[in-house]
T-cell receptor, first 115, second 113 residues
Framework: DADVTQTPRNRITKTGKRIMLECSQT?????MYWYRQDPGLGLRLIYY???????NKGEISDGYSVSRQAQAKFSLSLESAIPNQTALYFC??????????????FGPGTRLTVT | AQSVTQPDIHITVSEGASLELRCNYS??????LFWYVQSPGQGLQLLLK??????LVQGIKGFEAEFKRSQSSFNLRKPSVHWSDAAEYFC???????????FGSGTRLSIRP
């Protein structure tokens, strides 16, 4: 089984709808991240969490919110989806007490299309 | 400001040819450097990382990278590419206690038969 899973893998939604993307991990890591990937822009950080009680904004948090329900679960919500949120979304985890440099482990991604 | 630059958006090489993907970084402290690969439809997988010691780092799938502090570079190399190496490659930089990793914009590698 994959260490980092994301659901759904693909989603098409309409402008104005609320949508939640979910991430679960079995690695036992405290740190979790949400990124979006757009062609030519690489990965940009949306939100990150160092533990269940710690939530931090990344560089592009506007229009998004997150919830860290447990150490293993980190959800990303779009309260009112808009077309420019169409992207590939990745969840990642890391363990700062493990390998130096905060190596991250990625889920398979969720492709979101907002029409 | 912290940043990562991958100057090549797309590179095409012939199967069996050598490969070098460029990465330049700007980071105020001692950098921790990474190369990730993203195969089509997949998440990112770590190829290799550098955080101290020997500046030539060996990774998986026959890749290596060399850290050159004087040039602020961390270029990825492979002596002979295979068709299965076609993917997008991301360079990234972080620090020992960094809250996050900064990714470059990626280089897409195509392999010519």
């Amino acid at each position: 089984d994959a260490d980092v899973t994301q659901t759904p893998r693909n989603r098409i939604t309409k402008t104005g709808k609320r949508i939640m993307l979910e991430c679960s991990q079995t690695k036992g890591h405290d740190r979790m991240y949400w990124y979006r990937q757009d062609p030519g822009l690489g990965l940009r950080l949306i939100y990150y969490s160092f533990d269940v009680k710690d939530i931090n904004k990344g560089e592009i948090s506007d229009g998004y919110s997150v919830s860290r329900q447990a150490q293993a679960k980190f959800s990303l919500s779009l309260e009112s989806a808009i077309p420019n949120q169409t992207a590939l979304y990745f969840c990642a985890t890391s363990d700062p007490n493990g390998t130096p440099g905060d190596e991250q482990y990625f889920g398979p991604g969720t492709r979101l299309t907002v029409t | 400001a912290q940043s990562v630059t991958q100057p090549d958006i797309h590179i095409t090489v012939s199967e069996g040819a050598s490969l070098e993907l460029r990465c330049n970084y700007s980071y105020g402290a001692t950098p921790y450097l990474f190369w990730y690969v993203q195969s089509p439809g997949q998440g990112l997988q770590l190829l290799l990382k550098y955080f101290s010691g020997d500046t030539l780092v060996q990774g998986i799938k026959g890749f290596e990278a060399e850290f050159k502090r004087s040039q602020s570079s961390f270029n990825l190399r492979k002596p002979s590419v295979h068709w299965s190496d076609a993917a997008e490659y991301f360079c990234a930089v972080g620090g020992s206690s960094a809250s996050k990793i900064i990714f470059g914009s990626g280089t897409r590698l195509s392999i010519r038969p």
